[in-house]
């Protein structure tokens, strides 16, 4: 038996594929489901899969665990328990782990939220977007306004005390004032943590199909620079610290699930599409349940339960650290760069970010070379610049 001190930190990911009904602007690996056997069998799959890295696992201790989605507060109850109890066989979490669910507004009773609670769960992730109840019907949210703040009372209720909630700008019918008007109320409710999105527009979505009629009542580029710059100060002035391009905190009250991916650390992911980078290698899991579920309940099925697999080489670790590290406003610390590189980041990319510094898109942050507000924007851009990438989106995520 390790002593905790010698074992290894760890962040375990959880994806649950399934909603009550898809956003039109979704292109999450989800899909609107209402079948409880399908669910109840996928969490089989789950906790089966999991169970299966339990040796894999035995020199860890994993300090962070999120179940994300899709909507996880759409299972049923008891397959939704099922599943908190099912990680916590299957690793040995240390004491304090960070326990995160997502939780859908429309998806989340008081009985369910006390019973996560007494089970560990001690973050819960709600999706707001907007408080204006035309552009969350624009986004075919589920619930309004009302029932996001008698969601959050629950949650309040029910003793969780660390609570993000994710807004988004540049959504249609926004504009830079009611966006403030959003940013004011979530401040009002005083949550922990707020994420701050950028609405993309992503292909093989109802939005993409109607990308034309859209861009006359989204904002233009210039109107959202200046929400988002406008954002970053409002939510400063309210005692929520930028930490990362999409994401504020009270003080200590940062991500610490998300900062392992920021930070790169260790993680492994379960269930369709999750991502791992877990002894050095990155890999993904298929996105097709059926297959996925077929896959884990019989190893003989010579289904390919990965879908990705690689070992990074040095160069691409060296952009993918960078390309990290520039989301957090802490930024990139050469000397952090050496010691895990043995290079020099300024002999190796300072004349790329040299313009970058002159028009104040990348500042110096102590130490370390960060990017600005202005910078932040344009972020995707300025990264594919400096790593001469052609496209970024992968990487990016949702900003
Ligand atoms: S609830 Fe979340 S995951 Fe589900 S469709 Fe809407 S945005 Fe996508």
Known sequence: MFDYNEKRRLGIYVHVPFC??????????SAVCGNAELMK??????????????????????????IGGGTPTALPREELVRLVKGIKKSFDLTSNAEFTIEANPATVTLPQLKQLRRLGVNRLSMG????????????????????????????????????????????????YDSLLRTLDFVTRLAPEHISLYNLKIEPGTPFFENRDKLRDVCADEDTEYAMYTAAIEFLASRGYAQYEISNFARPGYKCLHNL?????????????????????????????IKKY????????????????????????????????RFRLNDGLDPSAFASRFGASFEALY????????????????????????????????????????????????NF
């Open 128 to 175: 707001l977007q907007s408080a204006d109840n035309r552009e969350l019907k624009a986004l075919s949210r589920l619930h309004d306004r009302k029932q996001f703040i008698e969601s959050y009372r629950m949650a309040r209720e029910a003793k969780f005390d660390n609570i993000n909630i994710d807004v988004m700008f540049g959504i249609p019918y926004q504009t």
């Open 350 to 397: 300072g004349a790329k970010i040299e313009k970058y510094i002159k028009n104040g898109f990348i500042i110096r942050n102590g130490n370390a070379y960060a990017l600005s507000p202005g910078g932040m924007f344009v972020s995707n851009y300025i990264l594919s610049d400096i790593l001469e990438f052609e496209d970024l989106g992968a990487y990016m995520g």
């Open 20 to 29: 009550r009904s898809k956003c039109a602007y979704c292109d999450f690996n």
């Open 293 to 324: 579920m077929l896959a884990v309940e019989d190893l003989s099925s010579n289904i390919e339960l990965t879908s990705e697999s690689e070992q990074l080489e040095r160069r691409e670790r060296m952009g993918e650290y960078i390309m990290l």
């Open 260 to 288: 392992k991916y920021w930070n790169c650390e260790e993680y492994l992911g379960f269930g369709v599409s999750a991502h791992s980078y877990f002894n050095g290698n990155r890999f993904a899991f298929i996105p097709d």
């Open 41 to 66: 069998r996928y969490v089989s799959a789950l906790i089966s899969h999991m169970s299966s890295y339990r040796k894999a696992c035995d020199e860890y201790s994993p300090d962070t665990v999120f």
